[in-house]
């Protein structure tokens, strides 16, 4: 059993996406995969083929029905906002520890890969005492980092990696995932991560047609699992 904690330097940077190429990439070897994307927001049932959990049970090849929806995202809230306002719309709040004890569960339970997309970036507040950072510390699950290559990022993902390791988090590849329309190069991007990355894998993945084009970045980040 391996378990792997998909997480970003913030919100649409492309963990879904990741996790879609991951995902193929580890059925295509054969390997047993399961995702979860346990906290959701924006969340329209009636267009739930296209959320993060449609779309990562399509990749799995299972039904995007309610009852597997409810299985890999518990937690789901209608307002497209961070968890914590999304959950206060609904005069709700996030059990913490019901989720962290949602993903060991799951985590002892699944054979073969388990991918978990955590929510937003790395600092997101899952109410008013915890982060998606305290997520992951609890969980102490190697993580994929993904980080963007937009104008800006190069800051945003330094201090995301200082915030890691001060949690002594392991990162198993920091992705970058190609921004729309950045003028930014690519590569150049990932050269400059790996400067600063110590020992960790830099990959850089272009931007592709769709999440069911291969890419050999896939396979690489998935060989290491
Ligand atoms: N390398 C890429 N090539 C093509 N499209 C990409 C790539 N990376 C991300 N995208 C697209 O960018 C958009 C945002 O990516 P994605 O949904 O994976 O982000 P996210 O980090 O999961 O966002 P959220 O915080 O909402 O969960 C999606 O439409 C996705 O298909
Ligand atoms: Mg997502």
């Known amino acids: 059993m391996t378990a792997i904690f998909i997480t970003a330097t913030g919100t649409d940077v492309g963990k ?3 996790a879609r190429g991951l995902i193929r990439a580890l059925r295509a070897r054969g390997q047993p995969v399961d995702a979860l994307k346990p906290l959701v927001t924006g969340f329209v049932p009636d267009e739930a083929e296209g959320s993060d959990s449609g779309l990562l049970l399509a990749a799995l090849g299972r039904p995007v029905s309610p009852d ?3 299985r890999v ?3 789901c809230f209608a307002a497209p906002l961070s968890p914590d306002m999304a959950a206060r719309r609904e005069n709700r709040t996030i059990d913490f520890p019901a989720v962290v ?3 060991r569960d799951a985590i002892a339970a699944t054979p073969g890969t388990l991918l978990i997309e ?3 970036g790395i600092m997101v507040p899952l109410g008013h005492q915890h982060t998606v950072l305290d997520w ?3 969980l102490g699950l190697p993580l994929v980092v993904v980080a963007g290559s937009y104008l800006g990022s190069i800051s945003h993902t330094l201090t995301a990696l200082d ?3 001060r949690r002594r988090l392991k990162i198993v590849t920091l992705v970058v995932s190609e921004t729309s329309g950045s003028p930014v190069p690519l590569e150049e991007t990932r050269e400059v991560f790996a400067q600063f990355a110590g020992n960790t894998e830099v ?3 272009p931007r592709l047609a769709s999440a069911k084009t291969p890419h050999p970045v896939f396979e690489q980040i998935a060989s290491r699992f």
């Open 16 to 18: 879904t996406f990741v």
């Open 68 to 70: 597997e929806i409810a």
């Open 73 to 75: 995202s518990p937690w």
């Open 101 to 103: 004890d949602f993903c």
């Open 118 to 120: 955590g929510v937003g």
């Open 136 to 138: 992951m510390t609890e």
């Open 163 to 165: 915030v890691l390791d």
């Open 203 to 205: 990959v850089a993945l």
